[in-house]
């Protein structure tokens, strides 16, 4: 008799979607079939099964920051929205430029018990950007993905020495395209609504320079190189270009910049700043059809969480960023529909790939560690509520439709959804 049964499911096999149950037993998929027996039954009527999600971009705050976030309440709210994986930014205090911080964060990750936790390695000692950091010492401690986020490597031979030595070992560098000097002192996209507003603004050619420079330089040097969060119409071309070129490029949309624009802004409500902004409607729309069509690999949260007292500001003193991951995979379904395909390879094999994530992101097969979620996506519920220490989540309030009912990493149920 397995442990668990998940009964009832739209199920993505190695083989294809099938309407199979699939049996688990010591943390291992062991049963793929019909009418088999289980200690614990998990009624996935209506809903599709496959690998549990992969965030290539999660900020958990820890060590330093945990006033705003833990690795623990992080990675709850990460199972709670499906995922049994995460990248942990780097942008912690001290910064994870050394193999030491890297250990720690992983294995506080373990100790919580919620999801896999790999920590991502900074490119730059502190992110101060003009010192390569002890890149070989973190690959030996496991960091496959290695960034700066929250600022990009502006030195031009700073990047590229990272970039080759990166290449060699088989990593991947990921960049924050957003350049400081045309950013600096904007709070929001340029355009309509901040001439609207009298706001400074920051234009969609900050991000577009970065992304075409650092092309160059994956030209020259041959890294595997993911762009985060992409946000211009623009910038989804240069990607379609890269690719059509041959380049090996990935690049990663946020849920929230899926699903709003810049007009949210006039609301003056915090949680629409972030960086980059929310831009146009036109952008947005862009950004939809990369994502459909597959020129954007992935879906990644940029979760970010601040305290409260932080948001208690004037917007443009707030700091940047929204948390995420409870809403992400509701947010994506909008957007891709009912192509269950597209939506387990936007949410989990594909970032399990470019994470280099083991046992995550597989197609189920009998053998393979049971890393699983449940996710209907006719559910129509209302976010009001998140497992994460802050709240400043424009999704709260909104009705959403699609919603994960379980998560099991392992064999362990992580997650499960009330009624």
């Keep these: 008799m397995n442990d668990i049964v998940i009964v009832g499911g739209s199920v993505l096999t190695v083989d294809g979607i099938e309407s199979v149950d699939i049996g688990i ?8 079939g019909k009418n088999l027996d289980g200690g614990s039954v998990i009624n996935a009527s209506g809903s599709w099964v496959g690998p549990s999600f992969v965030d290539v971009h999660t900020h958990l705050r820890e060590p330093g920051f945990e006033w705003k976030e833990t690795i623990a309440t992080g990675t709850e709210a990460a199972a709670a929205g499906g995922y049994g994986g995460v990248v942990a930014m780097p942008n912690t205090d001290p910064v994870t430029d050394n193999a030491q911080i890297a250990m720690y964060v992983a294995q506080r990750g373990t100790q919580a018990g919620f999801t896999d936790v790999t920590p991502a390695g900074a490119i730059t000692m502190g992110r101060a950007g003009d010192k390569m950091s002890h890149i070989d010492e973190m690959w030996s401690a496991g960091v496959r993905m290695f960034t700066d986020d929250g600022d ?87 990607v379609a270009q890269a690719k059509d070129d041959g380049l090996p490029i990935t690049a990663e949309v946020t849920p929230h910049h899926l ?3 810049e007009t949210f802004v006039a609301s003056m409500d915090p949680d629409y700043k972030m960086m980059p902004p929310l831009r146009s409607a036109s952008d947005r729309d862009a950004l939809r059809a990369g994502l459909v069509s597959g020129v954007i690999d992935v879906v990644a949260t940029d979760h970010a969480p601040h305290a409260p007292r932080e948001q208690e500001v004037p917007f443009e003193h707030a700091p940047n960023g929204v948390i995420g991951l409870e809403w992400a995979a509701s947010v994506a379904h909008e957007v891709i529909g009912d192509d269950q395909m597209r939506f387990f390879a936007a949410m989990s094999q594909t970032p399990a790939q470019i994470a280099s994530m083991e046992g995550h992101g597989e197609a189920l097969a009998v053998g393979h560690d049971a890393n699983i979620v449940v996710f209907n996506p006719t559910t129509e519920w209302t976010a009001t509520a998140t497992r994460s220490m802050s709240r400043n989540a424009p999704y709260l309030g909104t009705t959403l439709q699609g919603r994960v009912l379980s998560t099991i990493l392992r064999g362990d149920v992580t997650y499960a959804a009330e009624g």
Aim: negative net charge; charged residues 20%; proline residues 1%.
């Design 25 to 32: 037993t010591g943390g291992k998929v062991t049963e793929i």
């Design 152 to 238: 990009s490597v502006a030195d031009a031979a700073v990047l590229r020495l990272a970039m080759e030595y990166i290449a060699n070992l088989g990593g991947v560098v990921a960049q924050h395209a957003v350049d400081a000097d045309l950013s600096r002192h904007g709070f929001m996209h340029e355009g309509s609504v901040s001439s609207l507003l009298g706001m400074a603004a920051i234009p969609a050619e900050a991000e577009e320079i970065v992304i075409a420079r650092d092309l160059a330089l994956v030209r020259l040097t041959g890294v595997r190189y993911h762009l985060q969060h992409v946000a211009t119409r623009r910038g989804v071309e240069l």
């Design 259 to 261: 699903m709003f624009d």
